[in-house]
């Protein structure tokens, strides 16, 4: 299985060729050279699941397989960075959702893109990113996923800013790399705690026998009343939430939508966001056993996370934003299943249902994304109110969206049934207080999507510049490989492959809980129709009722004034002014006094290099007398 | 007879055959055989290197004269890269004007002096050192006036044979006190027996003077800047890389395995040594208008550096002292080849015919920021792993105020370092400036090469792994 290595491999030695030698190349060709290295990888990974699933023999159960690790750095006999890959289930998996996801990005950029400046650099960035990604999830040690991890952050913020001409799109980017680099500080303390007990950094360790070494080694220890293994958890946690844009780290997300869409598509709905639930699921032995309290408090962030954005998403009027509310609240709902869920086949359903939610979200939220981009591309605004009756105009694109809104609605037999059926029996299950959140939220998803979908595709005829035309082939034919993706994925008995300890694990679907979440779609569905099928003002004359609420919602409670409250007038005044002048006094005056003392000495001495050759030797010999006295007598 | 310590000694005898064959070549050979003068000597120095590579056998020769390990191979190697490196970046130079018909000489009295530092590196005995330190310093004195018709070369010429003259003098009046003292010059039986008594003493600094003569201490460093400055820019090149490592070699070698019994005597000498050399280096080099003359301060300051990693004393400090010199090798033959390609199209070797470097010529430009970056210590240049490894290996001895006094100091050569970028990419050139500067394939080669090891070395660990597995096979102390 060493082949595994070139999945990761292409992706970079394409953005190193595109990186150096692209603006050479015409950008079509550009354009192709990404395409078709990521093809390939897409090939290996699908082969590499193949084999993994089928042709590897595994006794009772899948394992961890490392077919490839070198050791990097050895700080200690034990404290070792090694670089290689580590395949599991899950990560094989994320193997084959991000490269399959990437490839329908690329292809559809070579539409969406065409006659953009930087278009070489645009194929260059996704490379990297793809790079970036694939070496995050097969990251044999935690520490090779920190370095990875930072490099989606950075190639994700050279994609959101990738119109650097556009103030907005660099305020964004700027935004989205500050937010998810603070978070990282938690992430890279978490580690250091965990590392610095465990003695270890390697990801097979720490997670072997349900966490033993976690628990032996942090044993008795304990910080302001929580014990050092719940505080290293909750840190590395901390990372998770930024990059999984959990609130209150999820401001970050909403503005990244500056960047092009098919880039929302790949990084903000399907692959990046998704590392942070990744990160819980890698060291999910960990949380159950070491730390429950914050596997717990996951369960309940998540929970708040998916009702908070949904609200949200309902008053939303930038198409993009509110799939990127959506997108947090769904990958909320990923978190919460992680956190209703124990460990082996009984108890552990709910980190099946997690994996199996990220899996099919991923392609109906790409497709959501990509069609998105399709409308945006098609009548220049990502506004709602310059929408609507594009059926007439788009029917493929038109199709392709109403599957993908059926599929997070929650509607069967389209994947977003499956997986969301999972979840909410796992929380059923565990805990009524989160499954009632999760029903509620379930209800609020389909009603937002379809209004969105209804704004878009139907309601009033609106007065266009140019007539709306449907995509060229190259954007259609990703959208039709998503949508049917879309639709044959939730038959995939997933439970078989992907369990919290490798053993198949026995699910069937829980009647009673999937018909009550159909029928709180169905309402929300129903909702919508009435209110915006017709496109009348009735939805302007609710939201007038409901007043401040409404204003609180559509601004989004607030949240981002919230943060410039704290940022601006706490931390800049009181914190980060002290400092400056810290800065600009003492530790400038000190450097300028070392740089001041260096050229008054160097002029004082200047007399020294003479030019006379019996004065050198007249010192080499004193130099020489004086040290022979200085060894002789002192 | 036994010719088996022949074999031990393949890389002096690939050297000797080079050398040979290169002068038969040149003296006895056609005319027309003159043009391909070039490509032989590389190709044969790139023999000579690949010898060094095969594995290796050790031992002993010539009732321990010389000795070989897998370290002096690995030294030996570093010297022999640098030199081929100088050979691929001063073949154009050699061709031009009236050099032209003596070009072969540079390739044999090179390769002489080499052979020279390769006995040195294996020298058993101090006689056996001796000698190779006459070997490689007389005819490095006929390198640096290699450019006889300018005045400069030729006072290089001079001030280098003086100095040398003087130094090997005190060297061995250091040696005869030293015999005197302890009856013998074999390195095992003098590490036996040497106890510092005054006579003993007085042996060991003057045969430490004679060496910091060739890694440039101060306070025996005056020579250094008239004759990078004078000397032609790929022989300046050569001093500053080869020259120094093999001193630099020896004084690892000898101050553990031969005066390691009286360390506590000269370790005190050496920490200040090492200080003084730091920043007076430093100094200078703040104020040289001229860019050879500068590095020849830099390169000052860098042995200083070194000395940090040789008072680490442990395997850890001798790895992260001959890895030291590997990244200083390739940073500063970086530089060295930009120098060259300069001033072969200006002849100008002031700083401020680097003005304007990037517009002019890019990649040039780009190299140089490289050479310089890594040997300011700039990460994730190769300059900052091997820094941080001297440093490190400084500190694990619980030399804190000197490492600190180190990372003042790197602090001003950041400066100095960053005014030669400044001057590439940001100041503006007078007049019309450089034209497109075309290097030939021998120098690009040098300078592509240079540019991957700044990059790569540092980033590929198992480098400093293998410089690591070697010197824990040598038993210090």
């Not at chain 1, 978190?335 to 109906?364: C, D, I, R």
């Not at chain 2, 050569?238 to 000269?266: D, H, N």
């Not at chain 2, 030939?440 to 660990?461: K, M």
Request: hydrophobic letters at 55%; a neutral charge; proline letters at 3%.
């Amino acid at each position: 299985m060493e082949f595994t290595l070139l999945i990761p491999a292409l992706p970079l030695l394409c953005f190193l060729f595109l990186g150096l030698a692209g603006h050479k190349l015409c950008p079509r060709a550009a354009g192709l050279v990404g395409t078709l290295s990521m093809a390939l990888s897409t090939a290996l990974a699908w082969a590499t699941a193949c084999i993994y699933f089928f042709a590897t023999p595994h006794a009772g159960g899948y394992e961890q397989i490392v077919p490839m690790a070198t050791d990097w750095l050895c700080f200690s006999q034990r404290l070792v960075i090694s670089v290689g890959v580590l395949l599991d289930p899950i990560s094989v998996m994320m193997l084959v959702v991000i490269t399959t996801v990437s490839l329908m990005v690329h292809i559809y950029s070579l539409g969406y893109m065409e006659g953009e400046r930087g278009f070489q650099r645009y194929y260059a960035f996704l490379s990297l990113f793809s790079f970036s990604m694939l070496g995050l999830v097969v990251a044999p040690n935690i520490f090779q996923m920190y370095i990875f991890w930072e490099l989606v952050g950075v190639s994700s913020y050279l994609l959101i800013g990738f119109y650097y001409t556009k103030p907005s799109a660099v305020a964004a980017s700027k935004k989205a790399f500050i937010v998810t680099r603070f978070a990282d500080l938690g992430f890279l303390v978490g580690i250091l705690v965990l590392s610095y007990y465990t003695g270890t950094f390697d990801l097979g360790a720490l997670t072997a026998d349900k966490g033993s070494l976690v628990i032996a080694s942090t044993a008795g220890a304990s910080f302001m009343g929580l014990s050092v293994a719940s505080w290293a958890m909750a840190l590395i946690f901390m990372g998770g939430a930024g990059k999984s844009a959990m609130f209150p780290l999820h401001i970050w997300l909403p503005d990244a939508m500056e960047g092009p869409t098919p880039v929302s598509a790949l990084i903000h709905a399907a692959t990046m966001v998704v590392a942070g639930v990744y990160l819980v699921a890698r060291l999910f032995p960990v949380y159950v056993f070491a730390a429950p309290d914050v596997l717990q408090m996951i369960g309940y962030i998540g929970a708040f996370t998916a009702l908070f954005a949904a609200v949200i998403a309902v008053t939303q009027t930038d198409i993009k934003r509110v799939l990127a509310f959506s997108t947090i609240s769904q990958i909320a709902y990923m978190m919460t299943a992680l956190g209703v869920s124990g460990y082996g086949a009984q108890e552990g359903p709910g980190y099946m249902a997690s994996m199996f939610h990220l899996f099919t979200h991923a392609f109906f939220k790409a497709l959501l994304f990509l069609g998105a981009g399709a409308v945006i591309h098609a009548v220049h605004s990502n506004e709602m109110a310059e929408m609507g009756s594009l059926r007439k105009y788009m029917p493929v694109t038109n199709i392709v969206f109403l599957i993908a809104c059926l599929a997070i609605a929650g509607i069967p037999p389209f994947s977003g049934f499956f997986s969301k059926d999972e979840i909410l029996a796992a929380a059923f299950e565990h805990d009524k207080l989160l499954f009632g959140v999760l029903w509620v939220v379930a209800g609020l998803t389909a009603f937002y999507m379809f209004r969105l979908y209804y704004n878009i595709f139907w309601g009033r005829e609106r007065q266009y510049h140019h007539k709306p035309h449907e995509a060229s082939w190259m954007m259609l034919a990703p959208l039709v490989v998503l949508a049917v993706l879309t639709c044959v994925t939730g038959f995939i008995p997933f439970a078989d492959f992907v369990s919290s300890d490798g053993a198949p694990l026995h699910t069937h679907i829980e009647w009673p809980i999937a018909l009550s979440g159909i029928a709180v779609a169905l309402v929300g569905i129903f909702a919508a129709t009435l209110l915006y099928r017709r496109g009348g003002d009735l939805p302007d004359r609710i939201a007038a009722r409901l007043g401040g609420f409404y204003r609180a919602t559509s601004r989004k409670f607030y949240m981002d004034e919230l943060w410039m409250f704290v940022t601006k007038k706490i931390i800049f005044r009181l914190i980060s002014t002290p400092i400056a002048w810290f800065d600009k006094h003492v530790i400038d005056g000190t450097m300028d006094a070392i740089g001041l003392s260096a050229h008054r000495s160097s002029s004082a001495i200047k007399g020294l290099q003479s030019g006379k050759v019996q004065f050198y030797a007249w010192i080499f010999v004193v130099g020489a007398l004086v040290i022979a006295i200085w060894q002789l007598f002192f | 007879m036994d010719f088996s310590g022949f074999l031990l000694m393949r890389q002096e005898v690939a050297l000797t055959a080079a050398m040979l064959a290169l002068l038969l070549y040149d003296i006895f050979g056609p005319a027309s055989w003159r043009q391909h003068l070039r490509l032989v000597a590389t190709v044969a120095m790139a023999a000579v290197v690949a010898v060094g590579f095969l594995p290796a056998t050790t031992g002993e020769a010539f009732g321990g004269c010389y000795v070989a390990s897998e370290m002096t191979a690995l030294m030996k190697n570093i010297l022999t890269v640098a030199t081929l490196f100088v050979f691929l970046q001063i073949g154009g130079w050699l061709r031009a004007g009236e050099r032209a018909h003596r070009e072969g000489e540079f390739y044999y009295i090179t390769t002489a002096t080499l052979l020279g530092m390769e006995l040195m590196v294996s020298a058993g005995n101090f006689m056996m050192l001796y000698v190779g330190v006459e070997l490689a310093s007389l005819p490095l004195a006929c390198l640096a006036a290699y450019d006889k018709y300018r005045n400069k070369s030729a006072e290089a010429g001079a001030k280098y044979i003086l100095f040398s003259a003087l130094s090997s003098g005190v060297m061995m009046f250091g040696l005869s006190y030293l015999y005197g003292a302890v009856g013998t010059l074999y390195f095992s039986d003098v590490s036996a027996v040497v106890s510092p008594t005054p006579l003993a003493l007085l042996g060991f600094v003057f045969f430490f003077a004679g060496l910091a003569f060739k890694i440039s201490l101060v306070p025996f460093h005056l020579w250094t800047a008239d004759v990078y400055e004078g000397a032609p820019t790929g022989v300046t090149a050569y001093l500053s890389v080869a020259s120094k490592a093999a001193g630099c070699f020896v004084l690892l070698f000898t101050l553990y395995f031969v005066f390691g019994r009286i360390e506590g005597i000269w370790y005190a000498m050496l920490w200040a040594l090492s200080v003084a050399t730091i920043v007076i280096g430093n100094l200078f080099a703040l104020r040289q208008k001229d860019i050879k003359r500068f590095f020849a301060f830099s390169s000052i300051s860098q042995a200083g550096y070194i000395m940090l990693g040789v008072m680490g004393g442990t395997a850890q400090g001798m790895a992260s002292t001959v890895y030291f010199i590997l990244v200083y090798l390739f940073s500063n033959m970086a530089a060295f080849g930009v120098i060259a390609a300069v001033e072969g199209c200006s002849g100008r070797t002031d700083i401020a015919a680097f003005d304007g470097l990037r517009r002019s010529n890019p990649r040039l430009a780009f190299v140089m920021m490289l050479a310089l970056f890594s040997l300011a210590g700039i990460p994730p240049f190769a300059g900052f792993f091997s820094k941080f490894f001297i440093f490190a290996a400084a500190a694990a001895r619980g030399e804190y105020v000197l490492v600190f006094i180190a990372l003042v100091n790197t602090v001003v050569s950041l400066y100095y370092y960053l005014l030669i970028v400044k001057a590439m990419f940001i100041n503006e050139a007078e007049g019309e400036g450089l034209g497109r500067i075309r290097t030939d394939n021998y120098n690009r080669l040098s300078l592509v090469l240079c540019t991957a090891a700044i990059i790569g070395v540092g980033i590929v660990s198992a480098i400093y792994g293998y410089v690591g597995d070697m010197s824990a096979g040598v038993a210090l102390k």
